[in-house]
C-alpha cells in the first residue's frame, strides 16, 4: 500500500485532513491555488484563512458547536491548537486573531517535515489517495472536473435553504398533521388566522436583510427568490403561494385557516423540520424574530437559519461512502463544505474524519465509524444520507441519535447528549486504536 496522499485545498478541512495524515506518518503533498490565485472572498496568503467571522463559536457542552470541539480535541486538532494560541476575549465562544490563526497553521504545516506545499490551480482530479477539499469557493476549473464524477448527478452551485428547527421545540398544540387533498401525513402544518398572517407579514416585509458579497449579489437576486422578496410584491402573494391553506382543513376548527406554514421532515430520524419555501436572506436575530411569531413555532430552536449565498457543493449522497470516501473509489475523498457541512469547525471536522479513514484505508485497515452520537459521526452520516432535497449543515444536537429517556430541561438534555457522546468516542478511539 502506498504510504502518500494528495490534498487539494489549503482551507481549514484540507489542513486538518494534512495534519490528521502526517502526524499518522502518511507523506501528504499539500496544493493550493494562493498566492498565484485569490477567490473572489479570500485575501491572505496564508493557510486556513477565516473570511465570515474570526468566531469558531460555543466552547461549552451545552452547546454542540462545543461538544464538537471537545471531540477534535480527543484527535489533537490542528484548527483548535492555532485557536487556543491565537485566541482574543468573546465570552463563551472561541474567537481568534485571523492573521495569528492563519500563521500558526501554515507554520505548523510547511514545517512539518512529512508535508510538502505546493501553489498550483489544479483543473483536473489528481490520482488517489487524495482528499479534495476546496471549499464553497472551488475554481470553475476544479468544478467543471468535478461535475464529471460518476454518479453524481448534480453539483450545486448556489445555497439557498430554508430555517430548520428541532421537532421537540414544535408545539405540536397548535400544529396538524396532513398533506393537501388529504393525501397522506407528510407534513406538519402551522395554520394562522387572518390576523396572525396579517402581522407575521409586517413583521417581515419590515426585517432586516443581511449583507450579500458582491460576486453573490447576481445569484442572489436571480437564482432563487428568498421568501421576503416573494412577500414584497403584495400582501397576498405569500397567502396565494407558498403559505396558501387550499386542500388543508385544521382538524382543530374544522376549516381551511387563512394560510399555513408547512413544515417538511429533514432527517430519518425526524428530529428535525425545515420550513417549506422559506429560503432567506434575513439577519438570523431577525428569522428568529419573525418566524417564531408563526403559531406552533413561538419556542422554536432553529439548528440552521436559512442562508442564500455562493457555495459550491456536491449532492453527497449521491457518491459519498463512510469517512467522505467516493463510493466509486474510496481512497479518492472530500472534506470541507464541499461535502455539505456549514461552518468552519464542522468542516475541519471533516477534514479530521477524512483523514483519520483514509489513513487506516491506506494500512488496509478497518476504518472507523464514528456513530450517531457523536458529532464527528452525525455530520458525516448527514452527507452520505439520500434525501429529496440535500442541503448543507452545521454542527447541532437535532442530528444526534435521541436520547433513549427523557431529560427534563434543554441544558439538562444536551448536557446528556454530550456525556454520551464523549463516552462513546473514547470507546470508538479505542476500539478501532485512533490513539496516536
Known amino acids: 500500500m502506498t504510504n502518500n496522499a494528495t490534498i487539494v485545498g489549503a482551507g481549514l478541512a484540507g489542513c486538518e485532513a494534512a495534519w490528521q495524515l502526517a502526524r499518522r506518518g502518511i507523506q501528504v503533498r499539500l496544493i493550493d491555488m494562493k498566492p498565484e490565485k485569490f477567490s473572489p472572498a479570500h485575501h491572505m496568503e496564508g493557510f486556513a484563512e477565516l473570511v465570515c467571522s474570526n468566531s469558531l463559536k460555543a466552547e461549552h457542552l451545552t452547546n454542540a458547536s462545543g461538544l464538537l470541539k471537545a471531540e477534535m480535541?480527543?484527535?489533537?486538532?490542528?484548527?483548535?491548537?492555532?485557536?487556543?494560541?491565537?485566541?482574543?476575549?468573546?465570552?463563551g465562544a472561541l474567537a481568534v486573531d485571523r492573521e495569528k490563526f492563519s500563521a500558526q497553521i501554515t507554520k505548523a504545516l510547511t514545517e512539518h517535515p512529512l508535508v510538502?506545499?505546493?501553489?498550483?490551480?489544479?483543473?483536473?482530479?489528481?490520482?488517489?489517495?487524495?482528499?479534495?477539499?476546496?471549499?464553497?469557493?472551488?475554481?470553475?476549473?476544479?468544478?467543471?472536473?468535478?461535475?464529471?464524477?460518476?454518479g453524481l448527478r448534480e453539483l450545486h452551485f448556489f445555497d439557498a435553504a430554508a430555517p430548520i428547527v428541532t421537532a421537540e421545540s414544535i408545539d405540536m398544540e397548535k400544529v396538524f398533521r396532513a398533506s393537501r387533498y388529504?393525501?397522506?401525513?407528510?407534513?406538519?402544518?402551522?395554520?394562522?388566522?387572518?390576523?396572525?398572517?396579517?402581522?407575521?407579514?409586517d413583521a417581515l416585509v419590515g426585517a432586516e436583510l443581511a449583507e450579500v458579497h458582491d460576486f453573490e449579489k447576481k445569484?442572489?437576486?436571480?437564482?432563487?427568490?428568498?421568501?421576503e422578496i416573494l412577500a414584497s410584491r403584495g400582501?397576498?402573494?405569500?397567502?396565494?403561494?407558498?403559505?396558501?391553506?387550499?386542500?388543508?382543513?385544521?382538524?382543530?376548527?374544522?376549516?381551511?385557516?387563512?394560510?399555513?406554514?408547512?413544515?417538511?421532515?429533514?432527517?430519518?430520524?425526524?428530529?428535525?423540520?425545515?420550513?417549506?419555501?422559506?429560503?432567506?436572506?434575513?439577519?438570523?436575530?431577525?428569522?428568529?424574530?419573525?418566524?417564531?411569531?408563526?403559531?406552533?413555532?413561538?419556542?422554536?430552536?432553529?439548528?440552521?437559519?436559512?442562508?442564500?449565498?455562493?457555495?459550491?457543493?456536491?449532492?453527497?449522497?449521491?457518491?459519498?461512502?463512510?469517512?467522505?470516501?467516493?463510493?466509486?473509489?474510496?481512497?479518492?475523498?472530500?472534506?470541507?463544505?464541499?461535502t455539505g457541512v456549514e461552518g468552519y469547525m464542522e468542516s475541519a471536522a471533516s477534514g479530521m474524519v477524512a483523514a483519520i479513514g483514509l489513513c487506516k484505508a491506506l494500512r488496509g485497515e478497518e476504518e472507523p465509524d464514528f456513530g450517531g452520537q457523536t458529532v464527528l459521526g452525525a455530520l458525516e452520516r448527514h452527507v452520505r444520507t439520500p434525501s429529496p432535497d440535500f442541503q448543507p449543515m452545521n454542527a447541532n444536537f437535532g442530528i444526534l441519535d435521541p436520547l433513549p429517556?427523557?431529560?427534563?430541561?434543554?441544558?439538562?438534555?444536551?448536557?446528556?447528549?454530550?456525556?454520551?457522546a464523549l463516552e462513546a468516542l473514547d470507546a470508538i478511539i479505542d476500539r478501532y486504536e485512533l490513539r496516536n
Open 73 to 91: 480535541r480527543r484527535f489533537d486538532s490542528l484548527i483548535l491548537r492555532a485557536a487556543d494560541a491565537s485566541r482574543v476575549p468573546a465570552g
Open 405 to 420: 429517556m427523557r431529560v427534563k430541561g434543554k441544558r439538562n438534555r444536551y448536557a446528556k447528549l454530550s456525556e454520551r
Open 219 to 227: 445569484l442572489v437576486f436571480e437564482g432563487c427568490l428568498a421568501v
Open 182 to 201: 388529504e393525501k397522506g401525513s407528510d407534513y406538519l402544518n402551522c395554520p394562522m388566522d387572518e390576523a396572525e398572517y396579517n402581522a407575521f407579514y
Open 235 to 338: 400582501r397576498q402573494t405569500l397567502a396565494f403561494g407558498p403559505l396558501k391553506p387550499v386542500g388543508l382543513v385544521d382538524p382543530h376548527t374544522g376549516r381551511e385557516p387563512y394560510a399555513v406554514v408547512q413544515l417538511r421532515q429533514e432527517n430519518e430520524q425526524g428530529t428535525l423540520y425545515g420550513l417549506v419555501g422559506f429560503q432567506t436572506r434575513l439577519k438570523w436575530g431577525e428569522q428568529k424574530r419573525v418566524f417564531s411569531m408563526i403559531p406552533g413555532l413561538e419556542h422554536a430552536e432553529f439548528v440552521r437559519y436559512g442562508v442564500m449565498h455562493r457555495n459550491t457543493f456536491l449532492r453527497s449522497p449521491d457518491i459519498l461512502s463512510r469517512n467522505y470516501a467516493l463510493s466509486a473509489q474510496p481512497l479518492f475523498r472530500f472534506a470541507g463544505q464541499l
Open 116 to 150: 510538502t506545499f505546493e501553489t498550483a490551480l489544479v483543473d483536473s482530479l489528481p490520482d488517489a489517495p487524495c482528499i479534495i477539499a476546496t471549499g464553497p469557493l472551488t475554481d470553475p476549473a476544479l468544478t467543471k472536473a468535478l461535475s464529471a464524477l460518476p
